[in-house]
């Protein structure tokens, strides 16, 4: 008799039940499983079909699921950008009642893309230097909460556009330790010494196999996580020291902080006995500054960036209709109903799986832009809408999540090892994107 299965997940979805557990991952059949890019990775990772909305499943051991499982808990706790998990799959048994590896299972972050899929030929440097910097913020983040990552790297990351940077999201959590009192500096240092040697490394293998753009350095590139989390850390943490009548400057930090995308929750002041010196030091710092603004005004979730690049327009939108001691919120929701709602509505069904509408209204601003700079006359929105869905959008891929099972709906071919099933390591991508 075969074992019972054994399935941890905090909302238990019927459909769970009906994936092929008792076949090894990787001879799934493709009824089951969906094809999208992914990063390079020890353990088995294949993509399926679950209620309609598409899952990671990798297979591993019932301790390291499970360990992942919980440490992707407590990251969603903290408000880290991370995959969500949705189970663990244990006890599964083959056909013969031989045992087969447990499963991790968590949602597929739509709209994200490994790194190897987010150029098409070769990496610029100045994609590179985005993609760093975005690890660099997720980095920070995840050590302001006391996450030690232990294997930070492109590969083990996801990333979203966010108004023309990227947002980063920690996809491999295998590795991590959780220390609720903070990080040492020394496992901060640890952490970073291995962002720089396995970036350094994925270029190279970029490199080495012509994806990188000549004349790139990888080691500068690597160089660039150190640079910018070291920067973000200081701006973050430093403590600052200045004359009493100076005390412009805490408002200065708060403003520096928040436009870095951070609100300050909590910050130490200290004067000095005599009262004539005080010292800032930010004690909690919590990222989505504008994420969090524009969500109590509008109710959109957006990234941060997009967040800021959205707030900007409408402060536009508030300064053009004159009515500056206006109701935000009034302003805000009309904003929303008659800029970006219009916008969004505008772009063909067709094509609404290439881009989120956060992503597509940023872009749609940019080539107002462009179009406008070209002509040197302000260009009516109608006409950059146009313009912009036939000579840019349509020509891009799809970045949502492609929903199988059917073949015939994928933007991107099959590769051939992920046909055949054996694919546990290093899909390159060079061929498909
Ligand atoms: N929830 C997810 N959403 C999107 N991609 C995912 C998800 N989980 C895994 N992947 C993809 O699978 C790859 C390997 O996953 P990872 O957890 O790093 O496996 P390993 O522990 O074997 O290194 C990742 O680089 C990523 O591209
Ligand atoms: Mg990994």
Redo the contacts with the bound molecule.
């Keep these: 008799m075969t074992e019972a299965l054994n399935i941890t997940a905090s909302a238990v979805d019927p459909g769970l039940l009906a994936l092929p557990w008792s076949t090894p991952l990787a001879e799934w059949s493709s009824r089951d499983i969906v094809y999208?890019?992914?990063?390079?990775?020890?353990?088995l990772?294949r993509?399926a079909n679950l209620s309609g909305r598409v899952?990671?499943i990798?297979e591993?051991t019932h301790e390291m699921a499970r360990r992942e499982y919980d440490l992707l808990g407590n990251l969603t706790r903290l408000d880290v950008p991370c995959?969500?998990r949705v189970a663990v799959v244990a006890g599964r048994t083959d056909a013969s009642g031989d045992p087969l590896p447990a499963a991790l299972v968590?949602?597929?972050?739509k709209f994200?893309l490994?790194y190897r899929a987010l150029f098409t030929q070769v990496l610029r440097p100045d994609t590179a230097g985005r993609l760093v910097d975005a690890l660099a913020v997720l980095l920070v983040r995840l050590h302001n909460v006391g996450f030690f990552w232990g294997d930070v790297s492109l590969?083990?990351t996801?990333f979203r556009r966010d108004a023309g940077a990227f947002a980063a999201y920690l996809?491999?959590a295998?590795t991590g330790e959780l220390h609720e009192g903070g990080l040492t500096r020394g496992q901060r240092e640890h952490d970073l010494d291995l962002a720089h040697t396995n970036i350094a490394g994925e270029i190279l293998d970029l490199q080495a196999g012509g994806r990188l753009e000549g004349g790139t350095d990888a080691v500068t590139i690597a160089d660039g996580i150190v640079s910018s989390y070291r920067s973000l850390w200081a701006a973050l943490t430093d403590r600052e020291t200045f004359a009493a009548n100076e005390s412009w400057r805490i408002t200065e930090r708060v403003q520096r902080l928040n436009a870095l995308g951070f609100d300050i929750g909590e910050m130490s002041i200290q004067t000095t006995p005599d009262g004539t010196r005080v010292s800032i030091q930010p004690k909690v710092v919590d990222a989505g500054h504008h994420q969090r603004r524009l969500l109590r005004l509008t109710g959109l979730d957006v990234e941060e960036n997009q967040a800021r690049r959205l707030l900007n327009d409408l402060d536009e939108y508030r300064a053009r209709s004159g009515r500056l001691d206006e109701d935000e919120e009034m302003l805000a929701h009309e904003w929303l109903t008659r800029v970006f709602e219009p916008i969004v509505r505008a772009i063909p069904f067709e094509l609404r799986a290439k881009l989120e509408p956060a992503e597509v209204f940023h872009q749609v601003l940019e080539h107002r832009w462009y179009m406008s700079q070209a002509r040197g006359v302000s260009v009516p929105l109608a006409e950059v809408l146009t313009g912009y869905i036939d000579d840019v959008l349509r020509h891009r891929r799809d970045e949502a999540t492609i929903m199988g099972p059917a073949t015939e709906t994928m933007t991107l071919p099959i590769p051939l090892a992920e046909a055949s099933g054996d694919d546990a390591t290093g899909v390159d991508w060079r061929d498909l994107v």
């Design positions: 999208l890019p992914k990063g390079i990775s020890r353990h990772v993509f899952v990671a990798k591993t995959v969500e968590t949602a597929h972050l994200s490994p590969s083990n996801l996809v491999d295998e």
